[in-house]
């Protein structure tokens, strides 16, 4: 999705008293296995930030896998972030912000053993962020409702990005996906040290959504990452997350989020040559002495942001991987928001209007074709719905979102326990920066689940206690494999059956539904699979 991409992003050694933490004047203090760090507490939890977990891949270390982190003389102030990855603003103007020096993670957990019970090591969550694989961070999601009420420690990480994480060439010996191993890395720092945090290194759940749920789906189905954690988190990125050409901007190729090594590494040929870095021998000393600015452009960093797949560490197209039924065997809890594809076709839509039917019904014609075309119209009638633009809307986020979430879903439930939801609070704060646009308003849109699981904007009441619901089933769930919560609706597994678990605020706001029958999977699955790359 180039170019809309760029504004689219979002996104017991020694068990001491405080969760392992011993407390200090000026805050606890954990002994990782780099050095002691010093975090601070905030009431209920603590927090840890800053640390690193891998060498700084800067230098002769751009484009190699990361390395471990030297260890540090003296006790290491965790009370700060450390750097963003190098990245571009998500929205508006402006050139790259950010440091390759990057590989930092985060650590929030509570901040004393639950109370009653004798103190034990607690499921550990390791978060993903999202941002297109070109944008976002660690630091900016704060956990501490999960943390603090779900008695979880929580990890949220930084990673390479663009051209510095997802960049190809035939001197690297294909496309080995950097940003993936950042995240391997952090998984193994986890290891090493979540008992030192009062956390258990038996029980970890990968957590992530958008660009950050396409990692945890390249995990699932990567022999590399075999035994780093043991449960999975995919919210708004399924492996088959797909987007039809021409569906948000005229022109716009197909959108698959992973694509064959080969590919990625003839493109890097070619930008290779574009930066005088095409001589016979010395490319990659030529392309490591260019400054990150001269990097990080906006073609570079959005051209190298899909995952490529066809060597050692992701060996097959993840869908497809699904399908055969090669995939770590662990429970899954997946979903998306009900609303999905509205965030992107916002920001396209004053240039490229939906105005009435016809230029509905040309958008489905050069997206898919006039015969299906005319079955799509057929179960989406245009006179269903407020304006063109939400019908638009609407089908794109079931052919491209929901239909191949809950493929997903049958072929991971064929094999291990599932679990689906759909986040459907249309009132849902709008927390992106973006302005309302006539006609199209966001309802439930993408990303827009996310301060009901993290501290980032202000809820209602009644979102609150939708917020502490879903904590509660994402931290049961870690806890155990099984999303349940006192007092609240039985969560279905997926396989078989295609029903869900949809979230909205109210006393009868959380209820199972048949998502396949409501979205019109039967059509998508028939007419538009999605599936156009070979394997």
Not at 7 to 15: F, N, S, T
Not at 107 to 122: L, N
Not at 125 to 133: I, K, P
Not at 179 to 202: C, E, H, K, S, T
């Amino acid at each position: 999705m180039r170019g809309v991409r760029r504004r689219c992003a979002l996104l017991l050694p020694v068990v001491l008293l405080l969760s392992g933490a011993a407390a200090g004047p000026e805050g606890p203090v954990v002994d990782t296995d780099r050095g002691p760090v010093r975090g601070r507490t905030h009431g209920a939890y603590s927090t840890f930030e800053g640390i690193p977990f891998a060498a700084p891949p800067t230098g002769p270390r751009r484009w190699r896998l990361p390395e471990p982190a030297r260890r540090w003389e003296g006790v290491r102030d965790a009370g700060a972030p450390g750097s963003r990855c190098v990245q571009l603003p998500v929205l508006g103007p402006g050139g790259p912000v950010g440091s390759e020096d990057c590989l930092y993670l985060n650590v929030t957990a509570p901040a004393g053993p639950a109370p009653g019970t004798r103190p034990r090591p607690r499921p550990v969550m390791v978060w993903f962020h999202g941002g297109g694989f070109f944008s976002g961070s660690g630091d900016a999601y704060r956990p501490d409702r999960p943390a603090a009420r779900g008695d979880t420690v929580v990890v949220t990480v930084n990673y390479r990005l663009g051209v510095f994480g997802l960049f190809g060439h035939p001197k690297l010996g294909g496309a080995p996906a950097f940003a993936l191993a950042d995240q391997r890395a952090a998984l193994r720092w986890v290891r090493a040290n979540a008992v030192r945090f009062g956390g258990d290194p038996g029980n970890v759940t990968v957590f992530g959504e958008s660009a950050g749920a396409l990692s945890v789906c390249a995990h699932l189905t990567s022999p590399a990452s075999a035994g780093l954690f043991h449960r999975a988190i995919v919210q708004s990125g399924s492996c088959s997350t797909t987007t039809p050409p021409s569906a948000l901007l005229p022109g716009l190729g197909t959108y698959e989020p992973f694509v064959p090594a080969g590919r990625t590494a003839e493109e890097g040929v070619r930008a290779a040559a574009r930066l005088g870095c095409d001589r016979p021998s010395g490319v990659l000393d030529c392309l490591r002495a260019l400054d990150a600015r001269t990097l990080a452009t906006a073609d570079l960093m959005q051209r190298f942001s899909l995952v490529s797949y066809g060597d050692g560490a992701l060996p097959t197209e993840p869908r497809r991987a699904l399908q055969a039924g090669r995939f770590h065997r662990v429970p899954v809890l997946q979903g998306t928001t009900r609303d999905e594809i509205r965030l992107f076709l916002a920001q396209t839509l004053a240039a490229h209007p939906i105005g009435d039917e016809s230029a509905y019904r040309a958008r489905m014609e050069r997206s898919f074709g006039v015969g299906t075309a005319r079955a799509v119209a057929a179960a989406y009638p245009v006179a269903a719905y407020p304006t063109p633009a939400i019908a638009w809307a609407t089908l794109l986020t079931d052919a491209s979102f929901i239909c191949p979430t809950l493929r997903d879903g049958a072929a991971l439930g064929r094999h291990a326990p599932t679990y689906g939801y759909r986040f459907s609070d249309r009132g849902a704060p709008n927390f992106t920066g973006l302005p309302p646009v006539p006609g199209l308003p966001f309802g439930a849109a993408h990303g827009f689940e996310l301060p009901y699981l993290f501290t980032i904007t202000p809820l209602t009441e009644p979102q609150r206690r939708l917020a502490d619901r879903m904590a509660d089933y994402w931290t049961a769930f870690a806890r155990t494999g099984v999303p349940a919560a006192s007092g609240a609706p039985q969560w279905p597994r997926l396989g078989a059956s295609a029903r869900v678990l949809s979230l909205v605020p109210g006393a009868d706001g959380i209820r199972t539904v048949d998502a396949r029958a409501e979205h019109h999977c039967a059509l998508w699955d028939e007419r538009w699979p999605g599936v156009t790359t070979a394997g």
